[in-house]
């Protein structure tokens, strides 16, 4: 059996799955209860938990791509045990690969000796616990200086209000920023007729199904029109795809 | 109230924080233990000084972005589990956005450390199974020349599109700064890492709000 898929492998692994679910089900528990000492309704609960689901499901696939990506060179189970903690996408393949290719290798092909193999697990740990290191001593500060700055009287709030709807907006510009004029290290998703078209469509489905839900009192179907709108998106790319020639979809201006 | 169940939510942030990390590091020592191949030091530190220079600087960038947004559960739970830009954030966002709550309010609290809950475990279980089940299959579906490749490959602009446009629509005003700063930063810098884009266009964002708010154009 390979030593990178044996059972002392998937135990570890299963230790990892099981922490990580078992610290999200205490902080899920500990906010239900505060949610209803605060008043909110139950039914908003329930369509938190449903449109959350719904929305992790196609990102959550996408990662489970990358596990099989780099199952090639590292066997599957510890690129799993990776992308269950700390792990993202960007960060794990350039970890693996930098290792990788220090040791004279290539992600492509399957690593063979043990001290390699180890090598890889420590540089993917060591490179990534950066933020776990720094927030027991920080998160709580800035936090409470950003709470105490913004409910300080009625005009920092709205103030506050504004300034966090900016951050919002900093964020998914970025992503827009991509989709107009990024490009990616390996040439895969650069900015091009794709990036652009799936962009608007989802946009523009977005728009259409608030608009429908507000036109027939939709209530029941607002929260889930964030996720129907990505998968339209989603449904769009494979459309085009399919339907437009080679040279069009393939376009890129980056 | 507010200061005791923010106090009590960092307690217990920081105690899963320190498990996380504990646990995280115990992975290779059990896999060097097990398999008595510890690594080159020499090898292992000319591949960290490279990550490390990357990742950690990187990270602070993160920290800073990232905690005033994911609400206090939320940013412990989301820098445990991971995935965070394409992931974890969005969802929050979303959910704080759909219950109609602010962020930095215990009621933004609550929602997003739930939304962000309920994701890492989502995303858990479809990392498993898919692992254990489906791994044989996957690549049939990813796979260059499957119909289903263009719609993983293409998850972000979809998600964002989708978050972003109901925003949009909202604050209007806000938009056109960040986005064309963005835009401009990577002409001259193609493939820099949305991680740090995401820096510079929410310090955009942020400065032009303050701009419209000053002019009382908000």
């Keep these: 059996m390979d030593f990178k898929e044996n059972t002392f492998m998937y135990a ?19 906010s239900w209860k505060h949610a ?9 609960l329930k369509n ?4 959350s689901i719904l929305f992790t499901v ?3 696939i996408s990662i489970l791509a990358t596990v099989i990506v780099l199952a ?7 690129p799993w045990i990776r992308l269950t903690v700390i792990g993202n996408l960007a960060y794990e393949t350039t970890a693996a690969q930098t290792a990788v290719e220090a040791m004279g290798g290539t992600l492509t092909s399957s690593i063979a000796d043990h001290q390699q193999f180890s090598t890889v697990a420590w540089a993917m740990t060591i490179g990534s616990v950066a933020p776990l290191l720094m927030l027991p001593f920080v998160c709580k500060k800035l936090q409470s200086k950003i709470g105490s700055a913004v409910n300080k009287n009625e005009n920092a709030a709205k103030l506050g209000d504004a300034i966090s709807a900016a951050a919002f907006i900093g964020i998914i510009s970025a992503f827009i920023a991509r989709a107009i004029a990024g490009t990616t290290s390996d040439g895969v998703g650069n900015a091009g007729f794709m990036s652009i ?9 977005m728009v259409i199904l608030e608009t429908i839900c507000k036109k027939f009192n939709l209530e029941k ?6 996720p129907i709108a990505m998968f339209i998106g989603m449904g769009a790319a494979m459309l085009f795809e399919a339907v437009l020639p080679a040279n069009i979809t393939d376009f890129v201006w980056r | 109230m507010q200061k005791n169940y923010f106090d009590r939510v960092h307690r217990w942030g920081i105690l899963w924080n320190i498990g996380a990390l504990l646990m995280l590091l115990s992975i290779p020592v059990a896999i060097s233990v097990y398999y008595n191949a510890w690594p080159e030091l020499s090898v292992l530190w000319s591949v960290l000084s490279k990550l490390m220079l990357l990742y950690w600087v990187t990270a ?3 920290v800073i972005t990232y905690v005033p947004m994911l609400g206090a559960g939320g940013t412990y739970l989301s820098f445990v589990t991971g995935n965070i830009t394409n992931l974890k954030l969005p969802v929050g966002l979303a959910a704080m956005e759909n219950a109609k709550v602010r962020a930095n309010t215990e009621e933004g609290e609550v929602i997003s450390t739930i939304a962000i809950g309920v994701s890492s475990i989502t995303t858990t279980i479809i990392i498993a199974v898919g692992v254990l089940a489906f791994s044989p299959v996957l690549p049939l579906i990813t796979a260059e020349g499957s119909a289903f490749k263009p719609a993983f490959e293409w998850v972000l602009p979809a998600l964002f599109g989708a978050l972003g446009a109901s925003y949009f629509a909202k604050h209007w005003k806000l938009v056109p700064l960040p986005v064309i700063v963005g835009v401009i930063v990577l002409i001259f810098s193609p493939t820099m890492g949305v991680g740090t884009l995401m820096f510079v266009t929410i310090v955009a964002a942020v400065l032009g709000a303050f701009g419209l708010y000053k002019a009382k154009k908000l």
């Design chain 1, 12 to 30: 570890i692994a299963l230790c990892v799955v099981a922490f990580v679910t078992l610290q999200s089900v205490f902080f899920i528990v500990k």
């Design chain 1, 36 to 44: 209803k000492e605060l008043g909110i309704k139950k039914e908003t």
């Design chain 1, 48 to 51: 938190t938990v449903v449109s």
């Design chain 1, 58 to 60: 196609a990102p959550a």
């Design chain 1, 72 to 78: 090639n060179a590292l066997g599957i189970v510890l």
């Design chain 1, 197 to 205: 078209s799936v962009l608007i469509v989802a946009m523009v489905a």
């Design chain 1, 221 to 226: 179907l607002r929260p889930f029109t964030m």
């Design chain 2, 60 to 62: 602070v960038i993160e």
